[in-house]
């Protein structure tokens, strides 16, 4: 499973969607113990009632979490490794899915990342996949629920002091902020996962980053800044 992961990370960085789709659900299936919501996508295609089920299941079991009510975190060492690695599958496929334009599926492996994180405690798994369902539940919308996840994620993040997923954290709050018009939170964000990329020296986030920034600039007029 562990190989398929990471067969799957170079076919997704390559642009091989189809393939890194193939390779993702693989190791995402042999990480999982049976207890996420995965099953969730088998039902995706067997009726629209089960999969509105299914999915209002999944929802409801991540929003109980989301007030509190948090699971066990594992202590156990190859226990905790299996989750991380788990965490890391869902969280590529559920982006895989996002640029394959199958946002259900985008949404109920969101979920399934949250599911894996969860169980590591404050991690940078955690603030990433917290992070991804920020965006998530945009689609819904639920936008308290949209915010709340945004800044548990950034609190995580900056708990955990991980500036991978502090700037990972930030760039995905600035999209959420361009979708909701707040252009000046979408700058303020955008800046902020830019000077991280940077300082860390992470060129390829940058890259990403600068085009995204530029949209904020755009969208609030701001002309010769974009």
């Known amino acids: 499973a562990m190989w398929h992961r990471r067969l799957g990370e170079?076919?997704?960085?390559?642009?091989?969607?189809?393939?890194?789709?193939?390779?993702?659900?693989?190791?995402?299936?042999?990480?999982?113990?049976?207890?996420?919501?995965?099953?969730?996508?088998?039902?995706?295609?067997?009726?629209?009632a089960r999969s509105l089920l299914g999915a209002a299941e999944a929802v409801g079991s991540q929003l109980v979490r989301l007030v509190g009510m948090s699971p066990t975190v594992v202590d156990d060492p190859v226990e905790r490794h299996r989750l991380r690695e788990a965490s890391l599958a869902a969280e590529r496929l559920a982006q895989t899915y996002f640029f394959l334009n199958q946002q259900n599926r985008c949404f109920?492996?969101?979920?399934?990342?949250?599911?894996?994180?969860?169980?590591l405690g404050p991690s940078a798994e955690l603030a990433r996949s917290y992070a991804v369902l920020n965006v998530a539940f945009g689609y819904v919308p639920m936008p308290r629920v949209v915010e709340r996840y945004g800044r548990r994620a950034e609190e995580i993040a900056d708990q955990v002091g991980d500036g991978h997923?502090?700037?990972?954290?930030?760039?995905?709050?600035?999209?959420?902020?361009?979708?909701?018009?707040?252009?000046?939170?979408?700058?303020?964000?955008?800046?902020?996962?830019?000077?991280?990329?940077?300082?860390?020296?992470?060129?390829?986030?940058?890259?990403?980053?600068?085009?995204v920034l530029a949209h904020a600039h755009n969208c609030a007029g701001m002309f010769d800044e974009a």
């Open 10 to 48: 170079a076919c997704y960085n390559m642009g091989d969607l189809d393939m890194a789709q193939r390779e993702l659900s693989a190791a995402v299936a042999g990480l999982d113990s049976g207890q996420a919501p995965g099953a969730i996508l088998q039902r995706l295609g067997g009726g629209a």
């Open 108 to 119: 109920v492996t969101s979920l399934q990342t949250a599911f894996f994180a969860e169980r």
């Open 165 to 211: 997923a502090v700037g990972f954290v930030a760039f995905l709050r600035g999209l959420v902020a361009i979708g909701a018009g707040q252009h000046a939170q979408a700058r303020a964000f955008l800046k902020r996962a830019l000077a991280t990329a940077t300082r860390n020296g992470d060129v390829r986030s940058a890259q990403e980053i600068h085009p």
